[in-house]
């Protein structure tokens, strides 16, 4: 089975700008979660979609949203960008909601300029 | 409520030597609990996971864990370190069950001395 993607792998963009980052799960698999990790704050958590519903939340502003398709790819909206969104965002996919195993993409490395 | 606490964000091991990486959890229910290795520039990796039944929980490349419930621990062993360990370690938890959120500790670097 090909692993989880991530699209694209690196991304620079300025402040104010918008983002949109894109992950595919393993095939099969319904649930996708995703993840900011920063060297100061460590792997935070961004939210979870199950059969394309949000089941869960962290404590990110609304600048950053997501959604999930029918065929359980996700992508993941950072709006009015700051310097302090520069960070690796993690997408990882499950085949269950929450508590299952996570598969852990590569990651797309977000740069703020 | 669910978080992990990791002691230690930096381990210094020589190579051949034991590699004991702590985690300790609280949860408000039965936990699952996971560890992940993440190399450089990589995603995260399950090592290993517990969820029911017997607690002393085998990985992949050699590594161990042991759920001690009365201690509320889930440290993170390897009788013998190798040069490629070298990687950051990240205990996690979740509430068994359905749409239990996975919280995550802050991570473990461990380094491996030749």
């Known amino acids: 089975k090909a692993g989880v993607t991530q699209t694209p792998r690196y991304l620079i963009k300025t402040r104010g700008q918008q983002v949109t980052l894109s992950c595919s799960p393993i095939s099969g698999h319904r649930s996708v979660s995703w993840y900011q990790q920063t060297p100061g704050q460590g792997l935070q958590f961004l939210f979870e979609?199950?059969?394309?519903?949000?089941?869960n939340k962290g404590n990110f502003p609304g600048r950053f949203s997501g959604r999930q398709f029918s065929n359980s790819r996700s992508e993941m909206n950072v709006s009015t960008l700051e310097l302090g969104d520069s960070a690796l965002y993690l997408c990882?996919?499950?085949?269950?909601?929450?508590?299952?195993?996570?598969?852990f993409g590569p990651g797309t490395r977000l740069t703020v300029l | 409520a669910q978080s992990v606490t990791q002691l230690g964000s930096h381990v210094s091991v020589s190579e051949g030597a034991l590699v004991l990486l702590r985690c300790n959890y609280s949860?408000?229910?039965?936990?699952?609990l996971f560890w992940y290795v993440q190399y450089p520039n990589q995603g995260l990796q399950l090592l290993l996971k517990y969820t029911t039944g017997a607690t002393l929980v085998k990985g992949i490349n050699g590594f161990e864990a042991e759920f001690k419930k009365s201690e509320t621990s889930f440290h993170l062993t390897k009788p013998s370190a190798h040069m490629s360990d070298a990687a950051e370690y990240f205990c996690a938890v979740s509430g068994s069950g359905g749409y239990q959120k996975v919280t995550f500790g802050t991570g473990t670097k461990l380094q491996v001395i030749p």
């Open positions: 990882a996919s499950s085949s269950m909601a929450g508590g299952d195993t996570q598969y």
């Open positions: 949860s408000s229910v039965p936990p699952y």
């Open positions: 979609y199950f059969s394309e519903t949000q089941r």
